[in-house]
């Protein structure tokens, strides 16, 4: 494995390019692919089978693409087909329930965390039963907040349809005085403000994507595979289906220009 060789992120749709913007932001050298199931989104109301089936194609076709390290963005493949990639996959695979529960375990001081994220994640409890794992004695609340996908899309940070749906969605959250919000959607992170304003400043918000990327730079520290190239990272970026909105909703993601989408058919995954 060479050091230049790229990190792969894969998401059912585009929320993980606020993966992308993290990773790209901590180590702005490291060649990146990513890859959104854009076809066949969202994974959140799928069955488990399903995901774990969807999640092994993802990871496939970015190992094929010679990636040094896999990072599931989506926290519902994350929260049911993650250990079934670390076993088929010859690469590290990082996802964002381990390392987000981890910083939430961290942050807290009244132990009582909250988690956000969509119905396949709060079902499965994944970030409570991985909290509870290190500390039982922590207290977790979790809620699903499935409008907020659609609103980060339309790119409504700061309409007040937003503000609305977030006081109906977190209300109970100030009633049950967590400290810690754990955003287990990637798409969350770009409504941190207006969560941020409902919960108010006593409520550390989790972005599991800033906490994989220290997971991140564990495994390129350890494995010697840490571009050390000076120049800055190429980025490539396959859909499984590519609408005609996508480049407007990812550089609103990146906060840059994105050039370099590719489509790839269903055909190339199965």
């Known amino acids: 494995m060479n050091r230049t060789n790229p990190i792969g992120i ?6 993980g390019l606020t993966v992308v913007k993290r990773i790209s932001s901590f180590f702005p050298n490291e060649n990146i692919i990513y890859f959104g199931d854009t076809a066949r989104v969202p994974y959140g109301n799928k069955s488990n089978d399903t995901v774990i089936e969807y999640a092994l194609q993802d990871a496939n076709f ?3 693409k010679n990636v040094k390290l896999i990072i599931v963005a989506c926290n519902t493949a994350s929260s049911v087909a993650i250990d079934v990639l670390k076993e088929k996959f010859q690469v590290p695979v990082i996802g964002m329930i381990e390392p987000g529960a981890q910083l939430a375990i961290d942050t807290t001081n009244n132990k009582r ?3 956000i994220g969509t119905y396949a994640t709060i079902g499965n409890h994944a970030y409570s039963s991985e909290i509870k794992k290190h500390n039982p004695k922590i207290e977790v609340f979790e809620k699903p907040c499935p409008l907020f996908v659609p609103l980060a899309e339309e790119g409504w940070m ?5 503000k609305l749906i977030a006081e109906e969605y977190l209300n109970d959250f100030i009633n049950w005085d ?3 919000l754990i955003l287990g959607c990637t798409h969350y992170p770009l409504l941190s403000a207006v969560i941020e304003e409902v919960m108010g400043d006593k409520v550390t918000l989790i972005d599991s994507g800033t906490a ?3 997971v991140v730079e564990d495994h390129l520290n350890g494995r010697g595979l840490r571009n050390t190239s000076v120049q800055q990272g190429q980025y490539e970026y396959y859909l499984s289906d590519l609408s005609g909105k996508f480049k407007d909703v990812a550089e609103r993601f990146l906060g840059r220009t994105v050039g370099n989408i590719n489509k790839v058919d269903l055909e190339q995954l199965i």
Not at 10 to 15: H, L, P, R, V
Not at 158 to 162: A, L, V
């Open 178 to 180: 967590i400290d810690t």
């Open 10 to 15: 894969f998401d059912s749709g585009i929320g």
């Open 62 to 64: 970015l190992f094929k």
């Open 212 to 214: 994989a990327a220290s």
């Open 158 to 162: 700061d309409h007040p349809s937003t």
């Open 113 to 115: 965390i909250g988690v």
